[in-house]
């Protein structure tokens, strides 16, 4: 991104679990400052979210931070539902278009201790030890006191304020926003396991019965994690000014072995032999979120912006998600590049997704959950017949690996009718490409997409035809050949100078004769073509260069410059 001042207030985040370390991880990778605190003196030592989905997995690896992850992690390429111990669904992975057609499971507390690591290779260290007691904002801008361990009292000044202080978000609280929505009335036990299973281990089953519910992940070497329903009276729902309140009969004890062994025996309804309990807890279920996610400087992610069903493994996964959407945006305004409407755009194209993944992580909580009704008569009877057709299958498993999420109706997209390709507004996806020329002096050759995208950067993909290489063909130059040679030479000297230190720009085509998607499977046949590839790794533009270079520009300058079509001659 463009240099922000040297003496640029820090952006202030409040909450070091996955959400807090991707945000920061963005905006350092960015180069912009940032202070990164949490009231706890210790990460947590035990493991709560533990799925780590492909479009999460694709865009660490664009921050280069993916491998550690896929060592350490436990891969699962399918998922089974069964109903009174058959089997009505299942959900294989494989066919997924990406380099991660799995489900990563992987102890929390551990996917913290990467991100952290991987930040410290940044210059940010989290503050431990440090909460933030207030804060307000006005015109002079946002004020925040924060008080270390030892009492010693800070007061902060923030160019911008990220919470991502978990569900009891005491950021929220002071904002006094809304946290609606609904609280489930059963309490859920969670427990670590080692278990002796007769299914294989990259596989997770999840099992619905007049007893109850219970889910099975593997987590490799023996170990599984264990989500079910308490078989205890449920306790009351309550509801006070829009917060989530304290369960009125939860366990005071946690769960133990032998209450493990008995729901394992009556619901799983497969040999199971539970060996050892690790660790183990309960929790009650809240379905809630925001109305606002921008409160003029303060932004809400993560578990403070919304909370819900751990069903198909999409909290973490979002709040990441929402870090890296917010990071580049605030970095590109920071940089005095962009105009603050593009903060608003966050809202505009997270809060859309949070409302869908409460209403689908619901939706499955209640449908595995019924032990009477239609929904029942839906899990057993119905979902056999749909999830055998293709179609909906594929759906099913694009949604749940979060790669069908996309921004098509976000402000920042520019479509254009191509042959093929993703649409403005999508991830854009890996290919395997040859490079003709791109920034930093780079040599021709052979690579990865991804290891092109720089996060830090906008990418600019302009996609010829491989007989535009030189050495190509011989033949005189038709005028055909001329004017296109033209258009793009011009396409590029209008762009350059448009982002400086913002943008990158790559002049690829189709590698020939090698395996994996190539850039037409990925992009279509358009040749020459340009995608506008965000910092996020979505596409915020596509198009012609010789046709839409106008259009390029104009929308260029409307969200990610301060610059205006006045004070450029592009004709």
Known sequence: MAAVPLDAPPVLIVGAGPTGLAAAMSLARARIPVRLIDRALQPAPWSRAIGIQARTLELLEQHRIVEPFLELGHRARAANLYSNGQRRARLDFDPLQTRYPYLLFIDQSITERLLTGHLETLGVTIERGVEMTGFAQGSAGLNATLRRADGHVETLHPSYLIAADGAHSGVRHRLGVSFSG???????????????????????????????????FPMGEERYRLIADHPLQPFATMSMNGEAAPPSEMPSTPPSLDECTAIIGRRVRHPVTLKSLNWSSYFHLNSRMVGQLRAERVFLAGDAA??????????????????????????????????????DTYHMERHPIERDVLRQTSFVTQLAEADHGPLKMLRERVMPVLSALGPLRDAARRTVSELSIQYRRSPLTLERVLDGGPRAGERAPDAYVHVLDGPLGRAPGVGCLYDLHDPAFFSLLLLVAPDTEEEATHDPVTAREAARDADLKRFVEEMAPLMPGAMRIWRLTDVQGEGGPTLTDSYGRTRPAFYLVRPDGYIAARGRPASDLNGLLRHCEAWFTKSTQAERDIG
């Open 182 to 216: 609904k609280t489930f009335e059963q309490t859920f036990l969670l427990a670590d396991i080692v278990a002796d299973v007769d299914w294989p281990d990259d596989e997770f089953h999840i099992f619905a019965s007049g007893d109850g519910l219970a889910g099975m």
């Open 306 to 343: 919304h909370v819900h069903s751990p069903a198909g493994a999409q909290g973490m996964n979002t709040g990441i998600q929402e870090a890296f959407n917010l990071g580049w945006k605030i970095a590109r305004v920071m940089s005095g590049e962009a105009p603050d409407r593009l903060l």
